[in-house]
Every structure is written in C-alpha cells, then in structure tokens.
C-alpha cells in the first residue's frame, strides 16, 4: 500500500505563486511515478472527471505537464523525503480546484486518470480575480 497526503493549499490572488506538497508513505518503491491531478468547481458530476494536471519519473527526473499549465506550474521530487512538490505560479482564477498527488505502478508517465492506484485526500486551491 501507498499513502499520500497533500498540503499548500489555500485562497490567493491571480498572479500570484503556491506550492503544493505531497508526502509519500508506505511501499513507494511500487510506484515509480507520482502525478498531480485537479478537480474543478462544478465538476462533482458522475462522468466528470478529474483533469491531468503533471506527473514525474522518480528515477531520472523525468516530467510532463498539462498544456494549460505549461510555463506556469512545475513539478518536482525529493526521493530522499518521499516528497512530490507542484509549484504554481501564475495563477488563474481558472486553476481554481481541489488537488490531488497520486502514484502509479507504471514505469513511464501516463495522463490517464485510472492507471493511477492511489490517491491522496485532495487539498483546495482558491484563486480570487
């Protein structure tokens, strides 16, 4: 079993910067990547999913993101900490949702939601216009 638990979250401006964290607990070696997804305001809806936000190869660094936040957001991880960091600059009013850290058992990164087996309880991020 993996754990993950998210923190940062928060109520800021657009324009300005967050950085999310996430600890991972447990068997981490069983999961190679660690990803970040985001459920937006009104998407509560069976069918409505959470969207792909970036994701990172523990071993060499690798990463992909999102083209909405291309530029703006970078992900990061610490193996020594078991940590996975989602910093967020620029912010939207739009990046406004519930984030959430997860881990897959793949070996190459993947934007799909269900090749993700674990999850963290989400944190929320607020940004006002």
Known sequence: QVQ?????GGLVKA????????????RTLTT???GWFRKSPGKEAPGKDVEF???IKRQ??????????????TISR??????????MDSLKPEDTATYYCAASSLSMITTIRSR????GQGTQVT???
Request: net charge negative.
């Open 32 to 34: 190679p990547v660690l």
């Open 15 to 26: 324009g300005d910067s967050l950085i999310l964290s996430c600890r991972v607990s447990g």
């Open 127 to 129: 940004v006002s216009s």
């Open 116 to 119: 993700y087996g674990y999850w």
């Open 78 to 87: 610490d193996n020594d900490k078991n940590m996975v960091y989602l910093q």
């Open 4 to 8: 993950l638990v998210e923190s940062g």
């Open 53 to 55: 936000v970036a994701a």
């Open 60 to 73: 060499g660094g690798s990463t992909h993101l999102a083209d909405s936040v291309k530029g703006r957001f």
